[in-house]
């Protein structure tokens, strides 16, 4: 009896994975404006995935309470693995290329960290060593790989951290992520490009200019707007960028709001709610937090010492 056809499902779309799973995810990148690649955190009872292809790419990072039991079937080839509660010290990963169908089952209730990373993207930091038509990814099961494993924690602790703010670290990291997925689970083997030198002049002062405009914007002020707004792939403009300034585009962008903010605070006729949403912080509570890492004062501190 021939498999039924696999459910095609777009990872980027919010509820994508309600078909799939009986519980909705404890914590999403849904609605908070990521573009290269998106995020949710699950714990779902024992269960079976229908046969299902993803349109991403998509990184498994698998947090079991307790020993579990797991069988992946691809093209009727079977395969069991067992993961256990201190898989972590090893950094297991499972990675299932997209539009690939496979099925799942689990027999315990288990904790997993999803990341749907977008081909097109992948395609995109590849465009300049390889044709990105010929951009494919194997799948892998329990592999250990510290950088990815560590990676992608970053990448939750951004979202944790900056919320609504968090989509330009996601990005940065979300090229770190492609670099190495190219490199180390390719079919192909590339030789990708190395910038061993920053910006030029004219390009960095372009960079800053845009940055300085849009301090306030968060929706113009991504890591694919700057690089779009120079004519550069954005991974190249990150990495370029860091050698001209020494600290990466996200680390610029909150240093420079925070600079704002304290220009903004002599103000006595706006609120610090105000300051905040101007500055574009995703509240006020964000936007104390990291006003106090930068300054050492809150932000109602430091006004008092002008009024």
Known sequence: MPEKKPLAVDYSQENSTAPLVPNPPLLTSHGLGWKDIHFAHHRQPSWELPN????????VLPSPKQVTDVEFIEERHVQKIQYHPKDYVNGFIELFPADRPYRCSWNK????IHYYL??????????????PDRVELVLELRRSDLFIYHLCLAIKAGLETYGAN???????L???????????????????????????????SQALEYINEHLGNTASLRLDKIADELGMDQNRF?????QSMRISPHQYVLKKQIEWAEQLLK???LTITAIAELCGFYNQSHFAKYFRRFTGLTPKQFRKNFF
Do not use: C, W
């Not at 299902?52 to 990184?59: D, L, N, P, R, T």
């Not at 977008?118 to 044709?131: C, D, I, R």
């Not at 990150?238 to 860091?242: L, P």
């Open 166 to 172: 968090s989509g330009f670290l996601a990005s940065e």
């Open 52 to 59: 299902v292809k993803g349109a991403q790419h998509v990184i």
């Open 109 to 112: 209730e288990v904790e997993f």
């Open 238 to 242: 990150s990495k370029m960028f860091k």
């Open 174 to 204: 979300a090229a770190k992520l492609s670099m190495h997925l190219l490199q180390h689970y390719s079919t192909r083997k590339y030789d990708l490009p190395q910038y061993g030198e920053g910006l030029s002049q004219s390009k960095l």
């Open 267 to 269: 103000n006595k006729e």
């Open 118 to 131: 977008e081909p097109k993207f992948l395609a995109h930091v590849a465009y300049e060593s390889v044709n």
